[in-house]
């Protein structure tokens, strides 16, 4: 066994060492311990020992460093802690660092007895916290691995993104040849590499399935700076383009398909037509771009296009294709790179202003661009929570305020028994925070549960969802929370020491004391607080449930129940020419609607408002050459003859793509709603001529519109429409399309049939992307549902919380003004007087909550906006509902202390004063 | 340990040696020691007490009784090898002395006396 993995907790060593004054016994101690910690490792766990050894050395350190003071300064140390703190000459610095925890194991002594004589109290405060800090560090978890946290790249603060842009718009991609160029002409980086997304058909050991992977350029390890669990990464001198083909496996795919053998290195490994030798392993938690499970080597300078040119895509420069990102020099800052890239992009653009013309090079550091987009949601949930947490630390802050103003007279007699007030406040601050402390504890559990949580709701697209777990930032987090939150809540009952009890009046009071003027205020404000953050958040939940109403309004153009959709790529190498292509999905889409319960089936070249191919591309009109618009572009689609009804797109104009639109007949095209409006406004677009082929002359080019069909929201539900053209796809075929098959029946029944039928044109060909085309629409949503998920349970949470707030704080109020109702009921004060004057005493405090919840929600919705679609950050109805829904919870939490008070006896009432 | 807290306050330390007599809890230390002879260390020490006399005892006490009784010349204690499995520590050998022996005669015999004649009542019903 490892030596070192036996050892006992070096933390716990030292701490004796500290606390065991030097002797005799210090040696043999630690000895003792060490022989039956080691007996522990052997017969239990290593953990156990671990658990064992800390709760050995906890008492013998109370025993000892206690000891060690009491020897130093016997008179303070014999009778116990009363002053302490101090810094003690005799004992010198360490002496005093000793001095203050035995003054702190004493506190947490009395603390741990006062809160066990209480345990009401203390479950309902622990309880509070726990779930208060468990939110929080759940959701920091999630906001600490996925934005805080650097990527887990070698010096990732100098890795960057480089993108095309066009007219300003940043983020497209990047074509081959100004890559080159780029990579050729720029000083201010290290290294760039070039990636891009692709998918695999693995048919080895098994069913033909799809694996995601992507090609890059041999540089893009080196960039990255990761090197590889096992074996080795790509590299310039080993890897050059044409060289052989080699792969990189993920950890993930390393051990689900070799099973971790590390006789997997060297071996063949058969990608659709190609076969690779994996060269290494990377190591576990690599991701990059995204979740993928392998790597290969570019075949070209650049990495290889989705489909052949024809050409060397290093030279192409109109196609772009793919992604790329570089390592800055040491040294260099993004400004000083970014002046260096326009530079170059401005030279590139007049040298080939045919492909280059308004083109510009972008510049953003990696890690925005990987996590950019979901920060912002991220800091209002942390926000959210926050809340919550604040509104727990309000509610036991009341509780303690009630506890406090019961033990006025164990207060008053410390005081009289001489005890400073400073020694209070601290025994009171020890109590508190020792409540967030196990608060915390059982909160870091709820964080790891709540954390698994979170990610089962989360939409599939989270980035960085691998990195995040409990570790020592968040534990740190967590007790940083705690503590702040305990120190917090621990001096509001502390005030009522420093606002000067009477000695005498509260001995005399006999623990029935009034609380006091400051404190009820203080209380008071708690609730009002409490209610105005709670308003906060309903107003933000309902601004998500409106905006998700909106969207399911949405009409996405197409009827998506009972819908299949299946994803196909075809090798290209295997399927080279286009008649192979075609006979493939030609006899697929026949035998598909040969299946049983099979309505219509079509295909598609890309699926709408999923994420894949949203390739705009440039075309012509007939007869124009100036258009309203400026460039002309719209989406372009591939789509079999049935395609349109099987999804249920309707046809508005002229006719849909029939079987004779075949590769040999005459090029026609439809066109969306939306394209004829923008181009043909008040005229009949059928009849016309466009052409994508790059305006030659050549009259085979040209297609005519032969119908115009509704729109859909292609990019997503809360994107605006954009205008498509379809072709039929034996017309211009492309080697990868996705099946829609609308059946009568459930069609998740039919995956396993629509698999075989696939198999069964190519034994070879897997099936990819199966799922159910409202289940597409419904991911589209999926950080929106999310959102208002977790927003709606905080709200719900802090709502129920404030609730449980008022109605603690007039419970009280009620218990202590019973001999005053008392009175007043006996000189003839009617019920419901007394009822109503208890309520509005609530509804006061709610009212002005509400008040001033609005004027927050007002300013912290405005950081919502691009959360929210198709409702307005002051919608009238959120800020109406939440607070109505607010104050009705209100009346009920303030009904039953009110009943409670009508119920009071007077003669009892009068007895007791 | 409260025990122990106790014995520290109002234990018999500066009492004249020939009236000293034992607390229960040194007499079971010193016994337990005798019972081990050769092998008498704190770890079988502690599990010997737990073992016989089905009292389990807190750490700290039996170290600071050992060390009472060590300083009342009741027993001697010598090093053993230091062994890697103590982290390179030695182990710490007990013996009861000549006068722990004494010691512990006389509370045992000062117990006895008391007990006399009390075997109605102390005996267990069979």
Same mark, same amino acid.
């Given at each position: ?49 671990? @658990? ?5 050395? !906890? ?14 300064? $016997? ?13 003690? $000459? ?18 947490? +002594? ?66 081959? %040849? ?9 000083? *201010?980086? =290290? ?45 310039? =001198? ?17 051990? *689900? ?21 994996? !060269? ?52 260099? =800052? ?79 007699? +410390? ?24 608060? %915390? ?139 192979? !292509? ?35 591309? @440039? ?41 004779? =639109? ?82 009568? !029946? ?48 905080? %709200? ?68 919502? *906006?691009?959360?929210?679609? @198709? ?43 | ?8 306050? /109002? ?5 004249? &040696? ?48 050992? &060390? ?24 710490? /050998?007990?013996?009861?002395?000549? &006068? ?22 102390? &005996?267990?019903?069979?």
């Amino acid at each position: 066994m490892n030596r070192f993995a036996t050892c006992p907790p070096k933390l716990a060593e030292r701490l004796l060492v500290l606390s065991v004054p030097e002797g005799k016994f210090r040696q043999t101690m630690l000895g003792d311990l060490a022989e039956e910690f080691d007996g522990l490792v052997a017969t239990r766990s290593r953990f156990v020992a671990r @658990g064992w050894y800390w709760c050995q050395v !906890v008492p013998l350190m109370v025993r000892f460093g206690w000891r060690r003071r009491a020897a130093a300064h $016997p008179i303070r140390g014999g009778l116990g802690p009363v002053g302490g703190g101090q810094w003690n $000459p005799s004992g010198g610095a360490s002496g005093f660092v000793l001095g203050l925890l035995s003054d702190l194991v004493h506190d947490l +002594r009395v603390a741990v007895r006062g809160l066990r004589r209480t345990p009401g109290f203390t479950s309902v405060a622990v309880i509070t916290l726990a779930l208060g800090i468990g939110a929080t560090s759940a959701i920091f978890s999630v906001v600490s691995g996925i934005v805080l946290r650097p990527l887990p790249f070698q010096a990732p603060e100098r890795l960057v993104r480089i993108t095309s842009t066009e007219d300003g718009y940043a983020g497209d991609n990047v074509s081959g %040849a100004n890559y080159v160029d780029w990579r050729a002409q720029s000083e *201010s980086f =290290d290294e760039m590499a070039g990636y891009v997304g692709a998918g695999f058909n693995v048919v080895a050991g098994g069913e033909p399935r799809r694996v995601t992977g992507a090609v890059v350029t041999n540089t893009f390890f080196n960039v990255l700076g990761v090197p590889a669990a096992l074996g080795r990464t790509f590299s310039p =001198d080993r890897d050059p383009p044409s060289g052989d083909r080699v792969a990189v496996l993920s950890y993930g795919f390393w051990q *689900s398909e070799y099973a971790g053998d590390a006789t997997a290195l060297g071996r063949q490994l058969k990608l659709g037509e190609d076969q690779y030798t994996i !060269v290494g392993i990377m190591p576990p938690g690599f991701e990059f771009p995204g979740e993928r499970q392998l790597w290969a080597a570019a075949r070209y300078q650049v990495p290889d296009p989705p489909f052949d040119f024809g050409d060397d895509p290093a030279e192409v420069r109109g196609a772009e294709y793919f992604d790329v990102i570089g390592r800055l020099r040491a040294g260099v =800052d993004m400004s000083h790179a970014q002046s260096e890239m326009d530079l170059i992009a401005s030279r590139l653009e007049t040298q080939y202003p045919e492909t280059n013309a308004g083109e510009g090079i972008g510049l953003v550091e990696l890690r925005e661009d990987i996590v950019g987009s979901v920060r912002p949601v991220l800091y209002v949930l942390l926000a959210a929570v926050g809340f919550v947490l604040l509104i727990a630390c309000a509610n036991v802050a009341n509780l303690l305020l009630v506890r406090a103003a019961c033990r006025d007279r164990e207060m008053a007699l +410390r005081v009289a028994l001489g005890a400073g007030r400073r020694r209070i406040l601290r025994q009171l601050v020890t109590e508190s925070v020792l409540l967030s402390m196990i608060g %915390a504890g059982i909160g870091v559990a709820l964080a790891r549960w709540g954390t698994r949580a979170l990610f089962a709701l989360a939409p599939a697209d989270i980035p960085r969802a691998a990195e995040v777990h409990t570790d020592i930032w968040v534990l740190g987090f967590t007790a940083a929370v705690a503590i702040v939150t305990g120190v917090l809540f621990g001096l509001a009952p502390a005030t009522r020491v420093f606002a000067g009890t009477s000695l005498s009046s509260a001995l005399v009071g006999g623990g029935r004391h009034t609380g006091g003027l400051g404190g009820s205020r203080l209380r008071n404000a708690l609730i009002v607080g409490e209610v105005g953050v709670s308003l906060m958040l309903l107003v933000g939940a309902g601004l998500m449930v409106r905006t998700l109403q909106t969207l399911n309004r949405v009409d996405p153009g197409f009827r998506a129940q009972n819908i299949l959709a299946a994803y196909v790529a075809l090798p290209s190498q295997k399927y080279i020419e286009d008649a192979k !292509v075609l006979t493939f999905y030609r006899s697929v889409l026949e035998r598909v609607r040969a299946l049983p319960g099979v309505e219509s089936s079509g295909a598609i070249l890309s699926l709408p408002v999923s994420p894949g191919i949203n390739g705009d591309i @440039g075309f012509e009109i007939e007869g124009r050459t100036e258009y309203e618009h400026g460039d002309v572009h719209a989406g372009y689609q591939l789509a079999s003859p049935d395609y349109f009804d099987a999804i249920g797109i309707p046809l508005l104009r002229g006719r849909v793509f029939t079987e004779a =639109d075949r590769e040999d007949a005459p090029l026609v095209a439809v066109i969306n709603e939306a394209l004829a409006d923008l181009y043909w406004p008040g005229e009949d677009p059928v009849g016309q001529r466009v052409t994508w082929g790059g305006g030659d002359d050549d009259e085979a080019d040209w297609a005519t519109i032969v119908g115009i069909v509704g729109n859909t929201r292609h990019n997503g539900l809360d994107e605006e429409v954009r205008p498509e053209t379809f072709r039929p796809f034996p017309q211009s075929p492309m080697p990868f399309m996705t099946f829609v098959i609308r059946s009568a !029946v459930d069609p998740t029944d039919m995956t396993t049939a629509v698999r075989q039928v696939v198999i069964g044109v190519d034994s070879e060909q897997p099936l990819s992307k199966v799922a159910m085309m409202e289940s597409i629409l419904a991911d589209s949503l999926g950080w929106r549902r999310f959102n208002m998920f977790l927003l709606g349970v905080f %709200a719900l949470a802090a709502m129920v919380m404030a609730a449980v707030g008022l109605l603690g704080v007039l419970s009280f109020s009620v218990t202590q003004r019973s001999s005053e109702i008392g009175i007043k009921m006996a000189l003839g004060a009617r019920t419901g007087l007394v009822v109503r004057q208890i309520v509005w005493e609530g509804l006061r405090l709610s009212l002005i909550g509400l008040a001033l919840g609005g004027l927050g929600a007002f300013g912290a919705t405005r950081l919502m *906006s691009n959360m929210i679609y @198709g409702v307005s950050a002051n919608d009238p109805l959120s800020y109406v509902l939440g607070a109505a829904l607010l104050a009705a919870t209100a009346v009920v939490a303030t009904l039953l202390p009110a009943l409670n008070a009508a119920r009071v006896d007077p003669m009892r009432a009068l007895q007791t004063e | 340990m409260l025990f122990d807290h106790i014995v520290n306050l /109002f234990g018999p330390r500066d009492m004249d &040696e020939k009236q000293q007599f034992l607390g229960e809890f040194e007499q079971m230390v010193m016994l337990a020691i005798l019972q081990l002879d050769e092998a008498a260390y704190t770890v079988p020490i502690r599990n010997e007490i737990a073992a016989r006399a089905g009292r389990s005892v807190s750490r700290g006490a039996l170290y600071t009784t050992l &060390e009472r009784l060590e300083q009342k010349g009741g027993l001697a204690s010598e090093l053993g090898d230091p062994t890697p499995i103590r982290g390179g520590r030695p182990k710490r /050998f007990w013996r009861v002395t000549r &006068e722990g022996l004494g010691l512990l005669r006389r509370s045992r015999g000062a117990m006895k006396e008391l007990s006399r004649g009390l075997d109605a009542v102390l &005996e267990e019903a069979p």
